[in-house]
């Protein structure tokens, strides 16, 4: 190259071109994709285990586009944080999951709570939580059958902030749930500052448990994790169970919730109410 620059930087700063140019992309795609309705509320089951029954579900987005087909949140989510669209996608996931609230008690199909993922700049965002009772009470949706997810990262960064966040969030009657729990590096302390509901043992742990070297330390990580919880008047979820196993561990010890693949992959909205709440799939 002509430059006396190393070719490495310039190599880089293409490269970072290339990103922003198709981040732009990504978002006026975004734009559109929300104004077209290709984004899709499906939801996963949380479920009891004695006896086994379905006792919640959580909210998931997929960007289902007619050219690129089915998007998994892990393939767009991180750049729409980066460029702020996250929030109002997180805000339509809400309404989305009030609209098929209201649906279903209309219905009489008593509905469990439903679960909603909240990314940090959602969290940061002023007045966030109004605007999410605005929206629960034009659909009328009892509070109690609404659960905010916090990643426990995410409200490591501030965690007095984050504390009186999930003051505001009970105070509205919302449910409040601390996600991937045992991900970060200071789960214990955030269980001690915050006051949740809920703590979503982290599918690591279970991924754990099913390896021959690890398997052991694994099980009695999730003991003690789940025995700490109980002590407190935590409620638990396991997320990612893949396997009779793991279920037979989690009903031994025992786990209020569980949510994985092996009960149910997340499944769009309409097909949960018709499998799992009408008295003709139950
Ligand atoms: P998450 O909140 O930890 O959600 C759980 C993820 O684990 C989901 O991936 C779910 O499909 C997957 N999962 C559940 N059971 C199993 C299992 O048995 N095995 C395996 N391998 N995976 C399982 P998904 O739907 O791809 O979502 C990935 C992440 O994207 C979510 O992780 C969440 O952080 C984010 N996300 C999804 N929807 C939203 C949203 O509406 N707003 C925000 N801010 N983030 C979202
Ligand atoms: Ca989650
Ligand atoms: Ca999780
Ligand atoms: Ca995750």
Redesign the pocket.
């Known amino acids: 190259c002509a430059s006396d620059q190393p070719c490495v930087c310039r190599f880089y700063s293409l490269e970072d071109h290339r990103r922003l140019q198709m981040e732009q992309t990504i978002y006026n795609r975004m734009k559109r994709a929300l104004a077209d309705r290709h984004f899709h ?2 939801l ?1 089951p949380k479920v009891s285990l004695c006896p086994q029954a379905v006792a919640g579900a ?5 960007w289902l586009d007619p050219e690129d087909g089915a998007l ?3 393939a767009f ?1 991180p750049a ?2 980066r460029n702020g669209f ?1 929030v109002q ?2 805000q339509y ?1 809400f309404e989305q999951t009030c609209q098929w609230l209201r649906r279903w008690l209309d219905a009489g199909w008593n509905p469990p709570p439903v679960s ?4 940090q700049a ?1 969290l940061r965002r002023p007045q966030v939580l109004q605007r999410y009772q605005k929206i629960q009470r034009r659909w009328r949706v009892p509070p109690q059958l609404l659960e905010l ?1 916090l ?1 426990e990262t995410m409200v490591s960064a501030d965690l007095d902030y984050s504390a009186r966040l999930v003051e505001e969030i009970h105070s509205l009657g919302f449910r409040c749930s601390l ?2 729990f045992g991900s970060g590096y200071s789960s214990l302390n955030v269980l001690s500052r915050l006051r949740v509901d809920t703590i ?1 043992l ?2 690591r742990f ?1 991924d754990g448990m099913l390896s021959q070297q690890d398997g052991p330390r694994s099980e009695q990580i999730v003991a003690a994790v789940l025995g700490l919880a109980r002590q407190l008047g935590i409620k638990t979820v396991a ?4 396997c009779e196993h793991q279920t037979q561990f989690l009903i031994n010890h025992p786990c209020d919730l569980v ?4 009960f149910s ?2 499944i769009p909205a309409e097909e949960f109410g018709r499998r799992f709440l009408s008295p003709q799939g139950r």
């Open positions: 509320i499906y996963q959580e909210a998931l987005v997929r998994r949140p892990d989510i729409l944080e996250i996608l997180d996931m909603v993922n909240l990314s959602t997810e990643t996600d991937d979503k982290d599918k279970f997320e990612g169970v893949t949510q994985g693949y092996y992959p997340p």
